[in-house]
């Protein structure tokens, strides 16, 4: 259980989907308006799942919404290839498969997903996970065009560095595994965004990232790709190539087509070109 999170639920009359839900996630159940101890609410309302800070009644909630959110499909539509992540990825004629190792809201995951990648998103967190199902769920037969983006998107519960290494054990591995791991947010950060902000509240920051960077680089196919604040050192030395956004970069390790997965290539550019 995460200190200071609570689920509650605003349908008048029916706490059972609710109550359900605090059961799997181990969470404490509270009525609406208790808030007493509590930094973060869960909230299960007659439309959607909410997170929401506990501390003021008008706090924004997050929620997921692949089919009207800000970045559902109909914002996507006519996404470029050439856009920064696109390039990093090495989507060109034919888009790669992918392992989005760290699925958070699965905002990057759908994107990608939206350009055609065939992607497995992981999540660690219960919470996270609850989110994005329920906005999976909500998705689904909304119109055919969003369906077809969802049928490439597929979305787990767990450690990732677990994951990556049964799909390797199992000859299965990726073309290519994405991190965006969750960092201090620096001054003007994109992470220094409440929403953002509420999430490292939440999960914490990756720690671990390291390790998971290793465990990338011996399952990927073809390459693997850091989502960086600009200013943050490499997770590992020497990326290949970095490709610069306008607010993140992405480090690029290629790996070596003649080795296999495990062996980055040692050439080390600064070039945005994929």
Known sequence: ??????????????????????????????????????????????????????????????????????????????????QPIARAIGIAGRSPSVVDATGGLARDAFLLASLGCEVTAVERSPVLFALVRDGLHRAAGEFPALDRVLARLAWRLGDSRDVLREMRDAGAAPQVVYLDPMYAPARRSALAKKEMRICRRLVGDDEDAGELLEVALATARRRVVVKRHPEAPPLAPRPTHRVQGRTVRYDVYLLSAATGSGRATSKSSSSAAS
Do not use: C, H, N, W
């Not at 009359?13 to 973060?40: H, M, N, Y």
């Not at 929401?52 to 800000?70: C, K, L, M, N, Q």
């Open 1 to 82: 259980m995460i200190a200071g999170l609570a689920l509650t639920t605003d349908v008048a009359g029916d706490e059972s989907k609710a109550l359900a839900l605090a059961r799997e996630l181990a969470l404490p159940f509270v009525a609406a308006r208790d808030r007493a101890g509590v930094d973060l609410l869960l909230v299960q309302t007659a439309d959607r799942l909410e997170l929401r800070e506990a501390i003021t009644a008008r706090s924004r909630p997050i929620y997921v919404d692949f089919a009207g959110g800000p970045t559902s499909i109909r914002r996507l539509t006519g996404q470029s290839r050439r």
